[in-house]
């Protein structure tokens, strides 16, 4: 039973619009989450992330929403350029350790 | 990934054989991680350390050993390979984020 779920394998953007990348979970002891961003034959990397105690975090383009009485999460990025084309997983953890990660989103921003 | 070294990049393995995968690390963290990458599965927890001499069952151990020797080494062994263990694995490290290595592309036939 997967405990974080991103139901949208791919997703298609043009460049310069905004790109969605949504994630839900099931466990309500999760309190923190992130999102990372994977090219191919390379590591994931850290993106941006949000504590529990807040509804929204940003850093320049990316932007991350959390509703908690809904277990959903959002990742905006805006403008999308064809550099964030990758695979984007959500993951999280209570405490901050043992990450559960989602299945990822292939993103693809078309120029 | 800076700081996080995974050895081999690449191996195909019989089925039934052993192997042993190596993760290195100079960053001084305490915690480290094995992952596994499977398509529609995301990422999933095999085992992980809390520090030097420790280890513990994450998601999907079975099939799987590891040892934390040494601080900086966090070993994956394979003692009869299978080809459900066919995967891409990946070590990764943790501070106050975790930090990924480049990852190992097994394959079992």
């Known amino acids: 039973d997967q405990q974080v779920k991103q139901n949208s394998p791919s997703l298609s953007v043009q460049e310069g619009r905004i790109s969605i990348l949504n994630c839900d979970y099931t466990?309500?002891?999760?309190?923190?989450f992130l999102w990372y961003k994977k090219y191919p034959a390379e590591g994931p990397t850290f993106l941006i992330s949000i504590s529990s105690i807040k509804d929204k975090n940003e850093d320049g383009r990316f932007t991350v929403f959390l509703n908690k009485s809904a277990k959903h999460l959002s990742l905006h990025i805006v403008p999308s350029q064809p550099g964030d084309s990758a695979v984007y997983f959500c993951?999280?953890?209570?405490?901050?350790?043992?990450?559960?990660f989602g299945a990822g989103t292939i993103l693809r921003v078309k120029s | 990934n800076a700081g996080v070294t995974q050895t081999p990049k690449f191996r195909v393995l019989k089925t039934g054989q052993s192997m042993t995968l190596l993760c290195a690390q100079d960053?001084?963290?305490?915690?480290m991680y094995w992952y596994r990458q499977d398509p529609g599965m995301g990422l999933r927890l095999i085992h992980y350390?809390?520090?030097?001499?420790?280890?513990a069952k994450g998601e999907v151990p079975d099939g799987y050993n590891v040892s934390r020797l040494k601080k900086q080494n966090f070993l994956l062994g394979l003692e009869s390979a299978a080809p459900s263990q066919t995967s891409v694995y990946f070590c990764?490290?943790?501070?106050?984020?975790?930090?990924f290595g480049s990852g190992t592309r097994l394959t079992v036939v």
């Open positions: 350390s809390v520090g030097e001499g420790t280890t």
């Open positions: 960053m001084n963290h305490e915690y």
């Open positions: 990764a490290t943790q501070e106050y984020g975790y930090t």
């Open positions: 993951a999280a953890s209570e405490g901050g350790n043992k990450l559960v």
């Open positions: 466990n309500s002891m999760f309190d923190y």
